[in-house]
């Protein structure tokens, strides 16, 4: 595998390679001890995802030290930024082969049987032929475990690290929920030859009727009775919850498909960088907005493995999946603010060469490394490469310096 953003480094690979921790943690009430306070669970707080490896792959291509890498993966799998320790690894609970691999998708279970299924196959079939074989029954359930599987996979495809790409596959098959493609319609009378065409139409409904939309919102969330939760795994709660709520229902904002989808993926990225960071800046620190910045870099990691039919299809699902997040949330952001702050970016563009910017990139990349919180260096790790790829945009560099704080929901008390 071609390492393209992370040096050689064995205190890198060897962290990557690591096999001594679950996938997730805070979701299994048998083990105890003063950091893991079972009396205490929040629902909304459960089944988080280990995100120790994306931190090593961040603050790698951001530079860090490797002493400063393992110190940081170090003292997280002992205790995470939200008050709760790493699980240790579970153990095989059966065998997944070729003819049943399809049926626990989304299950929650057998992840270490799915490990061993996908590092078997790769080494039967090669890194390019499992995922073109694979990947086009997993992409859909890419918003499971709040984007996480994916941010694991296609992290692991940056880095070139073999083991975290198998892990990635393993997690989106654990955690899968479908954003319903086969709802998808390609809508003609939509005119918009942009995402921030479709974020400023879709806006604008919102204001027109943002009664009407939070009262759908708001009823769908709540309610969690057999027939409304049918098909939600019995385990999501809080946030994955009502993301999956959306997922299930659809609404015609987000099933009616934009002409953008259907072009060159290659641009469709670039031009959905663009949008979620304006989100991101109308939002500005806020943790779900960030999490479509750093998944959105997963699944251009992902798609670019393959075909191009395969990559519009990453992209429509993308689509669908940050549409679903955000009406989770039972509010959108007003179209008068992504509108200005679509008039002060569109044409902006920095001098690469100025080295005020770039003295203002090395203390963002400084506060990044030092931050307890991983998202955080994340953020400016992707924020940064798209500034440098796309001419110096100034968007980019603006919302790189809005850091998130671990938010207070997910800490235990």
């Known amino acids: 595998m071609n390492r393209t953003t992370i040096t050689d480094s064995p205190v890198v690979e060897r962290l990557l390679d690591d096999r001594t921790h679950y996938i ?15 009396d205490r669970l929040l629902p909304s707080a459960k089944h988080l995802s280990n995100h120790a490896k994306h931190a090593v792959v961040a603050l790698a291509g951001l530079g860090a030290p490797a002493e400063t ?35 626990w998708i989304g299950a929650r279970s057998h992840y270490a049987d799915y490990c061993a299924f996908f590092d078997r196959r790769e080494r039967e079939l090669g890194l390019d032929t499992l995922l073109r074989t694979y990947l086009p029954a997993l992409l ?15 992290w692991a495809l940056d880095a070139g690290n073999r083991w975290m790409t198998i892990e990635g596959l393993a997690y989106l098959a654990f955690s899968a929920v479908s954003c319903h493609p086969e709802r998808a319609t390609p809508a003609a009378d939509l005119r918009d030859q942009h995402p921030v065409d479709s974020l400023l139409r879709i806006a604008g409904e919102w204001e027109r009727d943002r009664d009407g939309l939070r009262t759908w919102a708001e009823t769908l969330i709540a309610d969690t009775s057999p027939a409304a939760s049918a098909g939600i795994h019995p385990e999501l709660a809080g946030l994955q919850y009502r993301i999956a709520r959306v997922l299930g229902e659809g609404h ?43 998944s959105l870099h ?25 549409l679903c997040v955000l009406f989770s949330r039972a509010e959108f952001p007003a179209r008068t603010e992504l509108a200005a702050l679509h008039a002060r970016y569109a044409g902006s ?41 796309t001419g110096h945009h100034t968007i980019y560099r603006a919302a790189a310096g809005h ?7 997910l800490k235990s008390a």
């Open 24 to 38: 997730e943690f805070n979701s299994d009430p048998g083990l105890t001890g003063p950091a893991f306070p079972t």
């Open 298 to 322: 997963a699944m251009e990691q992902i798609a670019g493995r393959l075909p191009a039919d395969r990559q519009r299809e990453a992209v429509r699902s993308y689509w669908r999946g940050i």
């Open 69 to 103: 890498i393992e110190a940081y993966y170090r003292d997280y799998t002992t205790l995470t930024p939200y008050g709760y320790p790493l699980e240790p690894a579970r153990a095989s609970r059966g065998t997944i082969t070729e003819e049943n691999w399809q049926r």
């Open 140 to 154: 859909p359930g890419w918003v499971g475990a709040f984007t996480h599987a994916t941010i694991h996979l296609g």
């Open 349 to 389: 563009f920095d001098d690469g060469t100025d080295p005020a910017h770039a003295a203002e990139w090395e203390r963002t990349i400084a506060r990044a490394i030092g931050q307890i919180e991983e998202h955080n260096p994340k953020l400016v790790y992707v924020l940064r490469r798209v500034w440098h790829r």
């Open 403 to 409: 850091f998130t704080p671990t938010p207070e929901a």
């Open 252 to 294: 015609p904002l987000i099933d009616r498909t934009p002409p953008w989808t259907e072009e060159d993926p290659g641009a469709a990225w670039d031009r959905l960088y663009y949008a979620v960071t304006l989100l991101y800046l109308a939002m500005p620190g806020d943790f779900i907005a960030l999490h479509l910045i750093t």
